[in-house]
């Protein structure tokens, strides 16, 4: 893969088919089109969004949102100010992180890696995360089949490690795992949060930090 596409102002485009090393601009869009790759597709201030069966190593952006279409493949997803959004059978081999922004998996995607963010909702649906999810003020909403391994974290938000950004919260994070749903490591609550489980969802990993209420039927009760 030796070709490259920059630009600063303006989205970049990488051909259905094609293959480049790198794809990139500063203000602007990068669009992986239908089976194409690029080794990396990185902007600033713009979106990142993979067409359906396209594949890229890594794909960064600060303000905008990142979305993997259906069989599309990513090795690392990253963004600051924007959601993650991966289609039907999407796959991420490694770590997907959002600072401020909504990460949703639908049925058949996978994380192989870490799912973590600071703010905003997590929602799987029918999915499968591989090494765990870490959250400081999000919601988390686990359903279908999802199975998540290495456990669940949600961390202080004073005392937090992971971008070393320091605020307060009044928000209570709430924690539902569906019917159907797998979590399998520990489920670690260093603040306050409300965790639902419903009786049909399977739950093995010692819960610490919190006390989970049961649930039958396809939604909570109302907290």
């Known amino acids: ?78 963004t600051v100010n924007g959601s993650v959004t991966l289609d039907k059978n999407a796959t991420v081999s490694g770590d997907v992180t959002a600072v401020n922004g909504k990460l949703d998996l639908a049925a058949g995607s996978a994380v192989n890696g870490k799912l973590t963010n600071v703010n905003s909702h997590i929602t799987l649906d029918g999915a499968h995360v591989g090494q765990g999810i870490t959250t400081v003020n999000g919601d988390i909403d686990i359903t279908g089949n999802a199975v998540v391994d290495g456990g669940i974290k949600v961390v202080k938000p004073k005392d937090n490690g992971i971008f070393g950004i320091h605020f307060a919260s009044d928000n209570i994070p709430t924690i539902t795992i569906g019917a159907g749903a797998t979590v399998n490591g520990p489920l670690t609550f260093e603040r306050p949060v409300k965790l639902y489980i419903n009786d049909q969802a399977h739950v093995a990993g010692t819960i610490t930090g919190a006390t989970a209420v049961k649930f039958s039927g396809s939604t909570p009760p109302a907290s």
């Open 1 to 78: 893969l030796g070709a490259c596409i920059n630009g600063v102002n303006g989205s970049v485009d990488v051909a259905a088919g094609t293959s480049v090393s790198d794809a990139s601009t500063v203000n602007g869009s990068v669009n992986v089109e239908a089976n194409a790759k690029a080794d990396k597709a990185s902007t600033v201030n713009g979106s990142i969004h993979l067409a359906e069966s396209a594949k890229v190593g890594s794909a960064s952006t600060v303000n905008g949102g990142i979305t993997l279409g259906e069989h599309a493949t990513a090795g690392s997803l990253e």
